[in-house]
């Protein structure tokens, strides 16, 4: 056997037992495009919190109940948009490597991660029904979080550096109430976007 | 040059079978069409290559039904395992060897 082929192999064993147990389609682009989904959603609420009435106290949340369903929708257009383009992207990563989306790897991160986002939806939808708004933007940012940990041991180790730092926000939008909107937009926007560049340059060059 | 060949396992001269062995240490179990996949090869070839490793206790196998669907599922043993670290111990010695 000469040392080439010895380099082979190794060089192969490697890329299997990487490729079978990391999911790395995931883009940097769609980190990116989500952080940009999350500013303008932001950027939404707060003029819509700012205007009625002319009241600047962010920390009177909406307790005009005529802005609720406003709020929840800009929420939900942000998550559904978000999920979306990781989706969409990672599918045509997938196949200019030309791989399966649906396969072991992609399972089990889905797996991991849906039972912190799941308790985490359930938990703000308690939230929601006790009018708790004033944690929203905090469990969110939690859970979120944990859910990113829990999916790392699937794919970059960098996820796990972005879910304890949404943690951290979490917990710091819960020390320092009134300022939720401004911490989940660097949580849910800046981070997201500065996740995006770090992965582009790291991985897709 | 001559190098000793040992340790070099004959299970694992294939390079399709190092590579389900690769896949399986990797984790804790994978089904028939992930490694599938993962290597780019045939229904016929994979299954041949499995039963070469099933063969040797190297790998074991656990069927079940997820809805109507069939699924197996592939696991290293620990036989396996041993034989796939001595065979990466090998490697390593022979490039030491070289240098």
């Known amino acids: ?205 | 040059m001559k190098y000793s060949l040992e340790h070099f396992d004959k299970a694992f001269e294939n390079r399709i079978r190092l590579q389900i062995m690769s896949v399986l240490v990797a984790n804790r179990s994978y089904d028939f069409n992930g490694i599938k996949d993962l290597l780019h090869v045939t229904d016929g070839n994979l299954a041949s290559h499995i039963k070469a490793l099933e063969k040797e206790e190297y790998l074991s196998i656990s069927k079940s039904f997820i809805g109507r669907k069939p699924n197996t599922q592939y696991a290293v043993t620990k036989k396996g395992k041993d034989a796939f670290k001595k065979h990466l111990q090998a490697l390593e010695n022979l490039i030491k060897q070289q240098k």
């Open chain 1, 1 to 205: 056997m000469k040392e080439k082929d010895v380099h082979a192999e190794l060089s192969s064993i490697r890329e299997m037992m990487e490729r079978s147990s990391k999911f790395i389609s995931l883009s940097g682009l769609s980190g990116v495009l989500a952080g940009i989904y999350a500013l303008a959603g932001a950027g939404l609420a707060y003029t819509l919190m700012k205007n009625p009435g002319g009241s600047h106290d962010m920390e009177s949340y909406p307790h005009q109940h005529d802005l609720f369903w406003p709020l929840f929708m800009i929420a939900m257009a942000v998550l559904v948009l978000s999920m979306l383009t990781g989706l969409l992207l990672s599918i045509r990563k997938a196949k200019s490597r030309n791989e399966n989306i649906w396969n072991p790897v992609s399972r089990r991160l889905l797996g991991a991660v849906s039972i912190p986002m799941f308790t985490g939806a359930f938990f703000i939808g308690i939230l929601l029904l006790k009018g708790e708004y004033s944690t929203i933007s905090s469990a969110s940012l939690v859970f979120y979080g944990l859910a990113l940990v829990a999916g790392s041991q699937f794919t970059f180790i960098d996820v796990k550096w972005l879910g304890i730092a949404e943690i951290i926000l979490g917990l710091l939008a819960m020390l320092i109430p009134g300022h939720g909107l401004i911490i989940w937009a660097i949580g849910f926007g800046f981070l997201h976007i500065l996740y995006g560049i770090i992965m582009h340059f790291k991985y897709e060059r």
